[in-house]
């Protein structure tokens, strides 16, 4: 699921950025969207969205995104990476939101005081998860 572009607006709506395949970090800045300014930076060891210059998601090792929504409730997005990867996403701080990965719960879980909030996803190398964080 290497992303065609580094960041892109898809037909449904939604955005879709990174990739894990780089072995250089490349940027991209100023991309505008929903009347919002997006900064993707990524490569094989991290990818990582700002939106407005404000932390939106970062990944350890890299990965492609797609199909990023977020909303007053939360975010939904698919998720790929050469294997194992561990994201963080930028919340609304000390909040409660229920995790969910490829249909299954991983339970309820607390952003930190900056609104953090880190995930792991077991994958096989180029496999996708899909992912859905909804606010308890």
Do not use: W
Not at 89 to 95: Q, V
Request: proline content about 2%; charged content about 25%; overall charge negative.
């Amino acid at each position: 699921m290497a992303a065609k572009e580094l960041l892109f607006a898809e037909k449904d709506g939604t955005l879709s950025f990174g990739d894990y395949t780089l072995s250089s970090k490349t940027k991209l800045d100023n991309f505008e969207f929903g009347g919002d300014i997006y900064k993707v930076k990524t490569f094989a060891e991290i990818t990582k969205l700002e939106k407005n210059g404000m932390f939106v998601y970062e990944s350890v090792p890299g990965s492609a995104v797609g199909h990023f929504k977020e909303d007053a409730r939360g975010v939904g997005f698919e998720v790929a990476a050469a294997g194992d990867v561990q994201f963080t996403l930028g919340l609304e701080p000390e909040s409660e939101y229920m995790v969910v990965v490829n249909g299954e719960s991983a339970g309820a879980m607390r952003t930190n005081l900056s609104g953090k909030l880190s995930v792991s996803a077991e994958l096989s190398p180029d496999e996708r998860a899909t992912v859905k964080v909804e606010k308890c």
